[in-house]
Nanobody, 120 residues
């Protein structure tokens, strides 16, 4: 089965930058979409950014112009470059992938999350 491992989280100052990485293992089928989501206590998990295999991207309005998502199809990795970070960006960030399995069923896989804390 597909497993995702996130890395790169940590404590950064407001206005700073941070790069998150996610590596997918156990991949048998092409991954259609890779993305990042985030969640804070008391809030629903929200989409941050997604990227298709062809490179089409989609961003939440709150991060447009500040975050950049990218992927390496050969290595099955997806990164999230975050800049101009705000305290409101503090959250656990989760990697997500979407793919079709052998039976044609759409599958989703999630990482365990990496904590990003933006504070002075």
């Amino acid at each position: 089965q597909v497993q995702l491992v996130e890395s790169g989280g940590g404590l950064v100052q407001p206005g700073g930058s941070l790069r998150l990485s996610c590596a997918a293992s156990g991949v048998i089928f092409p991954i259609n979409t890779m993305g990042w989501y985030r969640q804070t206590p008391g809030k629903e998990r929200e989409l941050v950014a997604t990227i298709t295999r062809s490179g089409s991207t989609n961003y939440a309005d709150s991060v447009k112009g500040r975050f950049t998502i990218s992927r390496d199809n050969g290595n099955n990795t997806v990164d999230l470059q975050m800049s101009s970070l705000k305290p409101g960006d503090t959250a656990v960030y989760y990697c997500n992938v979407k793919y079709d399995d052998y039976y044609g069923v759409i599958r989703y896989a999630w990482g365990q999350g990496t904590l990003v804390t933006v504070s002075s």
